[in-house]
């Protein structure tokens, strides 16, 4: 499995933005997306996660209610759409899939929140 991440950008706090985060390769059994975080000096945060086929979402609180994310199995892609972006959302954004007990990475994307 091969994953594509993209949509990172500058932006200023209350904004929003949209990454995306496109899947090929042997994408069968993938059994769930999720995005994670890492800002500097930090540890690595699960941020939201779905599964490929039912669809089903959990958030990390300090993202619920801001960030949705949503999946198009047409295009093999997860989404993270990231409204009311503060500060402290800055952070490299990675998205992971899951298939078979097995973690695929992409190779991430910058998010910069000003203040």
């Known amino acids: 499995v091969q994953l594509q991440a993209s949509g990172g950008g500058l932006v200023q706090a209350g904004g929003s933005l949209r990454l995306s985060c496109a899947a090929s390769?042997?994408?069968?059994?993938?059994?769930?997306m999720d995005w994670y975080r890492q800002a500097p000096g930090k540890q690595r945060e699960l941020v939201a996660t779905i599964t490929w086929w039912g669809g089903v979402t959990n958030y990390a609180d300090s993202v619920k209610g801001r960030f949705t994310i949503s999946r198009d199995n047409a295009k093999n892609t997860v989404y993270l759409q990231m409204n009311s972006l503060k500060p402290e959302d800055t952070a490299v954004y990675y998205c992971?899939?899951?298939?078979?007990?097995?973690?695929?990475w992409g190779q991430g994307t910058q998010v910069t929140v000003s203040s």
């Open positions: 390769g042997s994408i069968f059994s993938i059994n769930n």
């Open positions: 992971r899939a899951t298939k078979v007990g097995v973690d695929y």
